[in-house]
């Protein structure tokens, strides 16, 4: 289903996690240079390439099991279409809003308790988000919105 941003009909929600993808490759890229440069001096220290080495490919590994979700709600149809595209996976779908639940799934960071919404179908269950990063108010408030363009209490 093609998403028109002025179709009033449908909500499109994208997580595709940009900042994490460019930390990661700033990263890997950092680490491949020190690495390199660690073995390629006058004194070669292989403890240290070993470490840079394991750390970059950590974060190569991190960038490319990143998922990509895609929900896009019409409203006219009563359907979420989804895609989920990673490393591997690259799955979509459709389901009716009849069968659709929304929760909240919880992590305490430091001293606060952080909240995402899941979308729970029969079948299997997604986080709306990679990151827990809403605080209850806001989770509670975006879970409500979610649930009335449903059109229940789900």
């Not at 930390?23 to 680490?31: E, K, Q, T, W």
């Not at 390439?49 to 409203?75: E, H, S, Y």
Request: charge should be positive; charged fraction near 20%; hydrophobic fraction near 40%.
């Amino acid at each position: 289903m093609d998403f028109n941003p002025n179709d009033k009909n449908q909500e499109r929600y994208v997580d595709s996690p940009v900042f994490a993808d460019i930390m990661l490759s700033v990263m890997s890229v950092a680490l491949g240079i020190a690495t390199w440069a660690s073995i390629h001096q006058a004194s070669p220290s292989y403890i240290a390439a070993v470490i840079l080495g394991f750390f970059t490919i950590a974060c190569v590994l991190g960038l490319l099991t990143q998922k990509r979700r895609t929900f896009t709600f019409d409203k006219s149809s009563k359907t979420m279409s989804w895609t989920s595209r990673g490393l591997r996976e690259n799955a979509s779908g459709s389901v009716g809003f009849r069968d659709i639940s929304i929760s909240l799934d919880s992590m305490m960071d430091k001293n606060a308790r952080l909240y995402r919404l899941m979308i729970e179908t029969s079948k299997r269950t997604w986080p709306f988000t990679n990151s827990y990063s809403l605080p209850l108010k806001q989770a509670e408030a975006q879970a409500a919105h979610l649930r009335e363009l449903l059109g229940s209490d789900h």
